[in-house]
């Protein structure tokens, strides 16, 4: 993790600077007037770990990795507060599920491997933007003839990090099924020569950059990419070697020893103590969202936008 520690320290200083230059791009005071926001989120959840990926040996764990195929459904709710004009704070909600799996790609290893999985993703995050340029301006609020206001201008560019608490439950399927996988110890977690066994909750950084663009005096839509890396290589129940399947059965059951193993060809590459995960770089994933704001900072019946007759002005 110091290679991420490292880059979250370099960006945080960039931040600072451009904090310094503010004045460069909202020098006004229209800032203060989106302090608080409630949003909305919907968008793709795509799954980065040991399953899946491109057609080549291993994989990045990377947006590189991307399986289109796999991408799902997902979405969130949260509330912003901007405390300083290119600085704000965010607190967010977000549930949806990943998957991946082997039968994607045509590696010949993992292809054969033949491994898939799904799991719910539920996370709550905190994060801090640091605003790379703003644009803010408040219009005219009515519409007289002979006096001409100016349009309402809220655009936003924006980067952030933070810390995300998650929790996750890989799931295989059999039978159009959905088996649990964590009660099953597929890699034989817990028995002489296996891995210790996971938690089903962890943590994870995230790294991001957003637009957001006005729509209204009170909305504003913008488009998020996030990179969540966390701290488990057990998301997709993938991460250390093959256990003796005669074991797994005996101590956990028959499903136990068919999830551990599913192979499809090449039989022989994935025998006990053969390696089945990377156990070195831990499990990611990525969001890509619409978001949908809302400023709550004051109530419609207060605001109002001052005008100047065949001009502009600003507040």
């Known amino acids: 993790m110091s290679k991420y520690l490292f880059l979250f320290v370099a960006l945080f200083l960039n931040w600072s600077l451009l904090g310094q230059l503010s004045s460069n791009f909202n020098s006004s005071k229209n800032w203060s007037l989106n302090k608080k926001e409630i949003f909305f989120t919907i968008g793709g959840t795509h799954f980065l770990g040991d399953l899946g990926g491109l057609d080549r040996i291993g994989t990045t764990k990377s947006p590189v990795d991307i399986d289109w195929n796999m991408s799902r459904l997902g979405g969130g709710l949260g509330y912003r507060y901007r405390f300083r004009p290119m600085w704000a704070w965010s607190a967010q909600l977000y549930g949806g599920f990943l998957r991946g799996d082997d039968a994607n790609t045509n590696e010949i290893i993992r292809r054969s491997r033949n491994l898939s999985f799904r799991?719910?993703?539920?996370?709550?995050s905190n994060r801090i933007e640091a605003i790379l340029y703003a644009r803010e301006t408040r219009g005219a609020r009515y519409k007289i003839q002979g006096l001409r206001g100016f349009r309402s201008n809220s655009e936003l560019i924006y980067i952030f990090s933070g810390i995300s608490g998650i929790y996750y439950n890989p799931q295989g399927k059999v039978d159009n099924t959905w088996v649990n996988l964590h009660p099953l110890r597929t890699e034989g977690q817990?028995?002489?020569?296996?891995?210790e066994e996971y938690g089903r909750l962890s943590l994870a950084i995230p790294f991001g950059l957003g637009i957001k663009i006005g729509i209204g005096r009170f909305w504003r839509v913008g488009l998020e990419i996030i990179y969540n890396k966390t701290f488990t290589d057990y998301i997709d129940d993938v991460s250390t070697n093959y256990y003796d399947p005669s074991v797994?059965?005996?101590?956990?059951?028959?499903?136990?020893?068919?999830?551990?193993?599913t192979a499809s060809e090449n039989l022989n590459w994935f025998t006990p103590g053969q390696q089945r995960g990377n156990p070195?770089?831990?499990d990611a994933y990525l969001f890509s969202n619409i978001t949908f704001l809302r400023n709550i900072t004051y109530a419609k019946t207060r605001g109002s936008s001052r005008v100047r007759w065949k001009g502009k002005t600003k507040f």
């Open 248 to 261: 797994l059965a005996n101590e956990f059951g028959q499903e136990s020893a068919y999830f551990s193993n």
């Open 119 to 124: 799991s719910p993703i539920i996370e709550f």
């Open 280 to 282: 070195r770089d831990n």
């Open 190 to 195: 817990g028995l002489p020569d296996g891995p």
